[in-house]
């Protein structure tokens, strides 16, 4: 079992910047790849970027493509998404999730965080 627990997420002005981590408990990150998600209010969770498991491969939806960056640290279990020039419509839920090996752009991931919220201010 992994469990992930995502922080930073908050309230910020369009424009401005957030940093989500993503900290995971109960085995190595090292043999999975790892994704983010959003959801937004009445809407399905959409992918937003992943990570291979050794980091040598990112991906990001385009809509996020050029604002946001996803790093991994496999030494401190963590995950780690830099989302700068952020506009309204990035306001959402953000999930983290882990998946054994392969890395994916739906949602069939293994493991899932709790969430964190982000709101981007107009």
């Known amino acids: 079992q992994v469990q992930l627990v995502e922080s930073g997420g908050g309230l910020v002005q369009a424009g401005g910047s957030l940093r989500l981590s993503c900290a995971a408990s109960g085995r190595t990150l090292s043999s999975y790849a790892m994704g983010w998600f959003r959801q937004a209010p009445g809407k399905e969770r959409d992918f937003v970027a992943a990570?291979?498991?050794?980091?040598?491969?990112?991906y990001y939806a385009d809509s996020v493509k050029g604002r946001f960056t996803i790093s991994r640290d496999n030494a401190k279990n963590t995950v780690v998404l830099q989302m700068n020039s952020l506009k309204p419509e990035d306001t959402a839920v953000y999930y983290c999730?882990?998946?054994?090996?392969?890395?994916?752009?739906?949602?069939?991931?293994?493991?899932w965080g709790q969430g964190t919220q982000v709101t981007v201010s107009s």
């Open positions: 990570i291979s498991y050794s980091g040598g491969s990112t």
């Open positions: 999730a882990a998946r054994f090996r392969m890395v994916v752009t739906t949602t069939r991931y293994d493991y």
